[in-house]
T-cell receptor, first 112, second 113 residues
């Protein structure tokens, strides 16, 4: 089975711009979760989508949003980028009712 | 509020010896615990997990121990190998909430040949 894929792998944006990151889960996985990893805060949960519905949400501002498509692929969007949004954004997928999540390689976002 | 804590930022062990990575949690409602390993420039890789109804789970060289009364879990790697050098994260989840993991800050393990 192919693993979780994320595109793009690297991205450089300017403060104030917006960005969209994409995630394709493992085939058959309907749950997709997003995390932000920064050196100071570790891995922080952003949100989770299941069957095109947001099922869980972390403590991030409304500038962070996401969606999931009928094929379970997911996108996350960050609007009005700030310098502090520079981070590794990780996507993970899991099967229904399964706690174990499988991560993609991440998208490294740099905001200048 | 850090609900899952890994108080040791780093650990160094000799090849062939045991590595013990520790994790503490504060929320007694956590129901399931996981360990992940992360190499630079890669996403975390799932290693082993344990349900709160158990106190031990073993998979090859990896064993996770859970002490619910102490709100403490540990990962034992025996024997340690240089390829085990990575950052290890423990994570916890609430019952039925499979899509949200709460992670610790990570411990960097170095296994010296």
């Amino acid at each position: 089975k192919a693993g979780v894929t994320q595109t793009p792998r690297y991205l450089i944006k300017t403060r104030g711009q917006q960005v969209t990151l994409s995630c394709s889960p493992i085939s058959g996985h309907r749950s997709v979760s997003w995390y932000q990893q920064t050196p100071g805060q570790g891995l922080q949960f952003l949100f989770e989508y299941f069957s095109e519905t947001q099922r869980n949400k972390g403590n991030f501002p409304g500038r962070f949003s996401g969606r999931q498509f009928s094929n379970s692929r997911s996108e996350m969007n960050v609007s009005t980028l700030e310098l502090g949004d520079s981070a590794l954004y990780l996507c993970a997928s899991s099967g229904q009712g399964i706690y174990e999540q499988y991560f993609g390689p991440g998208t490294r976002l740099t905001v200048t | 509020d850090q609900q899952v804590k890994q108080n040791s930022p780093s650990l160094s062990v000799q090849e062939g010896r045991i590595s013990i990575l520790n994790c503490d949690y504060t929320n007694s409602m956590f129901d399931y615990f996981l360990w992940y390993k992360k190499y630079p420039a890669e996403g975390p890789t799932f290693l082993i997990s344990i349900s709160s109804i158990k106190d031990k789970n073993e998979d090859g060289r990896f064993t996770v121990f859970l002490n619910k009364s102490a709100k403490h879990l540990s990962l034992h790697i025996v024997p340690s190998q240089p390829g085990d050098s990575a950052v290890y994260f423990c994570a916890a989840s609430f019952s039925g909430n499979t899509g949200k993991l709460i992670f610790g800050q990570g411990t960097t393990l170095q296994v010296k040949p």
